[in-house]
């Protein structure tokens, strides 16, 4: 059954190249996709593709904008919030990553599975 994983990082800046081709490591991959390569440990919660999952993911991107703001310049949290909820009800992904506070916020609701890959997490 098609869902979202959803990932969630935090750091002082854009991460380096060599860090985002790592899967290993932690932070934001290059790639899309290569979220679903990094271990089950880094993911948040999973969203089935549903009606009540898709409200459930869009709650956690409402929260993680108000816990961790855009800045003043950026587009206001209502647009990234209709962005989002457009591209959960076409199945597809959701990627932020933006500025507050002086630290780098990345969240990502990756489409799983992908093609013709099965969920690497076997959800």
């Known amino acids: 059954m098609a869902h979202w994983h959803a990932y969630a990082w935090i750091g002082t ?9 790592d899967p290993s490591q932690p932070v934001p991959p290059r ?3 290569d979220w679903l390569r990094k271990d089950a440990s880094r993911v948040v919660h999973t969203y ?7 409200a459930a993911a869009g709650r956690w991107l409402r929260a993680e904008l108000e816990e961790h703001p855009r800045g003043a310049g950026d587009l206001p949290a209502q647009v990234q919030l209709a962005h989002a909820e457009d ?9 932020w990553g933006y500025w507050s506070h002086g630290r780098f916020v990345s ?12 969920c690497p997490y076997g959800a």
């Open 13 to 21: 800046g854009v991460p380096a190249d060599p860090e985002r081709l």
């Open 107 to 118: 969240r990502a609701l990756v489409a799983c599975p992908r093609q013709a890959a099965a």
């Open 31 to 33: 790639l899309v996709a």
């Open 87 to 95: 591209c959960l009800r076409r199945g597809t992904d959701v990627v």
């Open 48 to 54: 089935r593709s549903s009606e009540e999952g898709r």
